[in-house]
């Protein structure tokens, strides 16, 4: 298939390498080829199968509403833009577009929320999540801080989660989900090793994304790739 890739940063750029190593066509726009999604035309757009945005929160909006608008398929991995979902959603569904949204392409990411959901059933324990990420990463706490707070306020209602970001260096992206009882002490721990784990659990929801429409999480969907 052909994927578009917008955003020429550090995920940006290995998702199309992944792409590409996976035999697919790859087109690549960085923010200055496409200010203002001005370059996501139809004819721009035309034979390309997917979409996916690495880019920015208000580039990756603008980006959306292109896109859906055309009835076309868009995989989103930049964060910090939630608050517009719905509306998003309903452009897609309006349009006949698709959209995959997910706050962490990481399949060992994806099993950290399904755990967190787990322990987050303890009673009588307080909850705080640890992120860390390189220096440049502009959004904190990281979407997937944010995803796993909301796991847990799910299942603990009321309860005060402590929420600490570090930007170090060129850090790929950790995240430490503490409950602390009387008695112990319980940890879960992701430590994304490179980047690539992101990039390619990206590929592959645009695998998916080419033959499915509507708007859909990766959380509820990652078990079918």
């Known amino acids: 298939m052909l994927v578009l890739v917008l955003g020429k940063g550090k995920t940006g750029s290995l998702v199309a390498q992944v792409a590409r190593e996976r ?3 790859v087109r690549v726009y960085d923010l200055a080829e496409n200010p203002h999604a001005s370059a996501l035309t139809a004819p721009n757009l035309a034979g390309v199968d ?10 990756a909006l603008e980006n959306m509403r292109a896109i859906l608008a055309l009835g076309c398929r868009i995989v989103v991995g930049t964060t910090g ?6 509306d998003m959603k309903a452009l897609a569904t309006k ?7 997910g706050a962490n392409f990481s399949i060992g990411v994806q099993k950290l929320f399904r755990l967190t959901a787990e322990l987050a059933t303890l009673d009588g324990y307080k909850f705080s999540i640890t992120e860390t990420h ?5 959004d904190a706490p990281s979407g997937t801080a944010i995803t796993l707070l909301r796991i847990i306020e799910s299942a603990q209602p009321g309860a005060s989660v402590e929420v600490t970001s570090h930007r170090v260096g060129d850090a790929k992206g950790e995240h430490i989900v503490t409950a602390t009882g009387p008695d112990d002490v319980l940890e879960l721990r992701h430590d994304a090793l490179s980047r690539r784990g992101f ?3 990206a590929v592959r ?3 998916w994304l080419a033959h499915n429409s509507g708007a859909h999480d990766f959380r509820e969907i990652f078990e079918q790739l």
Do not use: C, P
């Open 23 to 25: 035999g697919h066509g």
């Open 50 to 59: 997917v979409v996916i945005d690495f880019t920015t929160a208000e580039a």
């Open 81 to 86: 833009w939630y608050a517009h979902l719905n």
């Open 95 to 101: 349009r006949g577009g698709a959209l995959l949204y």
């Open 134 to 138: 390189h220096e440049s990463k502009l």
């Open 199 to 201: 990039a390619l659990g």
């Open 205 to 207: 929801a645009a695998e």
